[in-house]
Every structure is written in structure tokens, then in C-alpha cells.
């Protein structure tokens, strides 16, 4: 708790479960009222650009399991920096713009490593609590979110008829979603997709493990 999420300008520290609620939703009372109710079943760690004026990272001590946490962490963010780049590149020639017409949107590298955690839950907090998921329905804010996610599903993503299909995880890639940004750049030929994650597609006796993803 030392290391929480200070404001929404700097979007960097840890989030205890209960406190966020993902939802397209614009009522603040209304966000209240079902953050209530049932509360997304996550806790998560993020991390900004490191060195911006006025918003620190969040570093834990480093000692024992989190000795090289910090060097892990900002080389992983630059790997997924150049990987935003060269994706919106590719996007870019796919709207028949010059390759580099997004760069300038992008290079600084004003993005959010976020570090997520669904903790166990018995499988009876889904019977008693209608509409109890582990992170509600919602679009991302960004341009694109490079999502790798473990082997426990839950993810699911809206179709255009309105129906919610599983993103089954394939081992050895990540999940590249449109976000409300990206959207907004291509007049919507590409779409923001609702998306939310549920509980797992096959049961594993009374509890569900945890899931772990990074956004």
C-alpha cells in the first residue's frame, strides 16, 4: 500500500482489488453504485515512462524475489514500446498512409505497463453475485493495448452482433486490441473492442486459481 496509485495524471503504483471498476459507464454515481456491488476481482501495478516530471514510478525495495524488478520492468516497457511503433506502422500502410505517419503520435512512449493479478475466487462468489466478473466490460482509452496473458482464460472480447466470444490464449503470443484512440484516428474503420474477463471457460473443482495478465 506504501507504493498505491496516487492520480489519474500519473496512473503509476499499485491498485488494491476492489478499488478500480472497468465499465463504459460515465455517471461517477453510478460507477460507485456497481463498484459497490460487485467490484472487479483484481489488484494490478502500474508503470509509466520512467523519469516524467512530477509522476514518479512506484519502485518497490529491491530484495530477495524483486532484486533486477526495476531493470525487468523498463526493459520490458521499451520492448513494447518499439513493438507499439512498428504495430502502428503496419497500420498505418494498412490505411494507405506513409509508414512513418504515426510515429511522432507514439515515439515518446507515453504508455502504461500494467501489471495484473486475479486473485483465486471460489466459484461461488459467480452464483451469489449476479454480474460478479473479474474486470467489467470496457474499451481501452489508448491506440492499441499488446496484451500477454497466461493459460487460464476468462478473456472475452464483444462481437458486432453483440454476443461475447472467448480470446482462448495461444501460447507464445499476445493479444493486440484496438482502443478507443485508434478508433478515433481511422473514423472508426477500426473498432474499439469491448472486451471483459469473466470466469474461466472450465472448472477446476470449487475454486478457480488466479490468472495473470500484462497489459
Not at 519502485?59 to 520490458?76: I, R
Not at 509508414?99 to 495484473?116: A, I
Request: glycine share 10%.
Amino acid at each position: 500500500m506504501s507504493l498505491g496509485w496516487t492520480t489519474p495524471e500519473a496512473n503509476r503504483g499499485y491498485s488494491a482489488p476492489g478499488r478500480e471498476k472497468v465499465t463504459q459507464l460515465t455517471d461517477i454515481a453510478e460507477v460507485d453504485k456497481i463498484r459497490d456491488a460487485v467490484p472487479d476481482i483484481k489488484e494490478s501495478f502500474e508503470i509509466g515512462r520512467e523519469g516524467e516530471p512530477g509522476h514518479p514510478n512506484q519502485w518497490p525495495e529491491e530484495q530477495g524475489d524483486l532484486v533486477g524488478f526495476k531493470k525487468t520492468m523498463l526493459s520490458f516497457f521499451n520492448q513494447c514500446k518499439a513493438l507499439h511503433v512498428e504495430v502502428m506502422r503496419a497500420i498505418a500502410v494498412g490505411m494507405d498512409l506513409n509508414s512513418s505517419f504515426f510515429d511522432s503520435f507514439v515515439d515518446v512512449g507515453d504508455n502504461t505497463l500494467r501489471l495484473l493479478h486475479y486473485p483465486a475466487v471460489e466459484k461461488e462468489v459467480f452464483r451469489i453475485n449476479p454480474g460478479q466478473v473479474r474486470a467489467g466490460e470496457h474499451s481501452d482509452y489508448g491506440s492499441v493495448t499488446l496484451l500477454f496473458q497466461d493459460s487460464r482464460g476468462g478473456l472475452q472480447v464483444k462481437s458486432p452482433n453483440g454476443q461475447f466470444v472467448d480470446a482462448t490464449p495461444i501460447e507464445g503470443t499476445c493479444v493486440v486490441n484496438a482502443g478507443d484512440l485508434l478508433a478515433r484516428w481511422s473514423n472508426d474503420t477500426i473498432k474499439s473492442t469491448i472486451h471483459r474477463v469473466v470466469e474461466p471457460p472450465r472448472g477446476e473443482g470449487d475454486l478457480y486459481p488466479p490468472r495473470y495478465s500484462i497489459a
